[in-house]
Nanobody, 125 residues
Framework: QMHLVESGGGLVQSGGSLRLSCADS????????MAWFRQPPRKEREFVAA????????YYAASVKGRFTISRDNAQNTLYLQMDILKPEDTAAYYC??????????????????WGQGTQVTVSS
């Protein structure tokens, strides 16, 4: 069982930075592939980034590659998303998720069985 709680969202100007955190109070965090998804206003949820259970092999959506960095601290049961050079189109509710379905790809939200409640990121122009 996992209980994911995001924090770190807020309002930032275009070009600014934010760091999101996702803490888990369970005991299986280090065993799961973890990811960040986001849902912009009036749009479907979309993949942002994923990271392997050991912390290696990060994978990014093309829209954020080079600007966002996903990382994790398994000793602290915490997932991070460092977001730099933010753009207005990054405005969305951001969710962390734990993968529970074995599959080749890591960008399908249907393969993730645990989700946080979300944290809002708003980027002003």
């Amino acid at each position: 069982q996992m209980h994911l709680v995001e924090s770190g969202g807020g309002l930032v100007q275009s070009g600014g930075s934010l760091r999101l955190s996702c803490a888990d109070s369970g005991r299986t965090f280090r065993a799961n592939i973890m990811a960040w998804f986001r849902q912009p206003p009036r749009k479907e949820r979309e993949f942002v980034a994923a990271i392997s259970s050991s912390g290696g092999t990060p994978y990014y959506a093309a829209s954020v590659k080079g600007r966002f960095t996903i990382s994790r601290d398994n000793a602290q049961n915490t997932l991070y998303l460092q977001m730099d050079i933010l753009k207005p189109e990054d405005t969305a509710a951001y969710y962390c998720a734990a993968k529970t379905v074995f599959s080749r790809d890591n960008d399908n939200p249907q393969d993730y069985g645990y989700w946080g409640q979300g944290t809002q990121v708003t980027v002003s122009s």
